[in-house]
T-cell receptor, first 112, second 109 residues
Framework: DAGITQSPRHKVTETGTPVTLRCHQT?????MYWYRQDPGHGLRLIHY???????DKGEVSDGYSVSRSKTEDFLLTLESATSSQTSVYFC???????????FGPGTRLTVL | KNEVEQSPQNLTAQEGEFITINCSYS?????LHWLQQHPGGGIVSLFM???GKKKHGRLIATINIQEKHSSLHITASHPRDSAVYIC???????????FGTGTSLTVIP
């Protein structure tokens, strides 16, 4: 399996504070993704990246920004957290060679 | 509008039963993936399909491209198969994925 980690794994924060989640992969995959998972919804794409400094918005990108300065790292920032952003966040990388997504362990974020 | 629909949403089975989970999609795809998510949250890829059928142990996945439908079958189900099974499609026009809401399977001993 691809080595893909997320940090932190759990975070509790207050409304209005900025939050940054980190995703790190060791497989040199070009494509990386941030999803959120909420009850009653499938995984929904927040932002994705198709290379260093190349990113694009997904279906639920409002209130989120991303950065990718190195192939291995993909950061998700909540500029000013709101309670609606309480969720479990998953990072994934995609191998075109195996046509497989590899998921991180998830970050449980609670915004009070 | 959901690009990927799964059924059933919840499924309870007795150990040993044959299980089928269905997935329908409405977009043009390059590939369809079946994922497994265990309690505790980790998500792993089970299958990637672009046509036909694949088998891995007791799991069999099929896809009908013309009908835009896939099925995941579990033969001789076991309590350790209890998990959420998620169908995902990679769209033909890029490297984005759409996901179903998942099927929560509980296998009772």
């Amino acid at each position: 399996d691809a080595g893909i980690t997320q940090s932190p794994r759990h975070k509790v924060t207050e409304t209005g504070t900025p939050v940054t989640l980190r995703c790190h992969q060791t497989e040199n995959h070009r494509y990386m993704y941030w999803y959120r998972q909420d009850p009653g919804h499938g995984l929904r794409l927040i932002h994705y990246s198709y290379g260093v400094k190349d990113t694009d918005k997904g279906e639920v990108s409002d209130g989120y920004s991303v950065s990718r300065s190195k192939t291995e790292d993909f950061l998700l920032t909540l500029e000013s957290a709101t309670s609606s952003q309480t969720s479990v966040y998953f990072c994934a990388s995609f191998s075109r060679r195996t046509d497989t997504q590899y998921f991180g362990p998830g970050t449980r974020l609670t915004v009070l | 509008k959901n690009e990927v629909e799964q059924s059933p949403q919840n499924l309870t089975a007795q150990e040993g039963e044959f299980i089928t989970i269905n997935c329908s999609y409405s977009v043009g795809i390059s590939a369809l993936h079946w994922l497994q998510q265990h309690p505790g949250g980790g998500i792993v890829s089970l299958f990637m399909l672009s046509s036909g059928k694949k088998k891995h142990g007791r799991l069999i996945a099929t896809i009908n491209i013309q009908e835009k439908h896939s099925s995941l079958h579990i033969t001789a189900s076991h309590p350790r198969d209890s998990a959420v099974y998620i169908c995902a499609v990679r769209v033909r026009t890029g490297n984005q994925f759409y996901f179903g809401t998942g099927t929560s399977l509980t296998v009772i001993p």
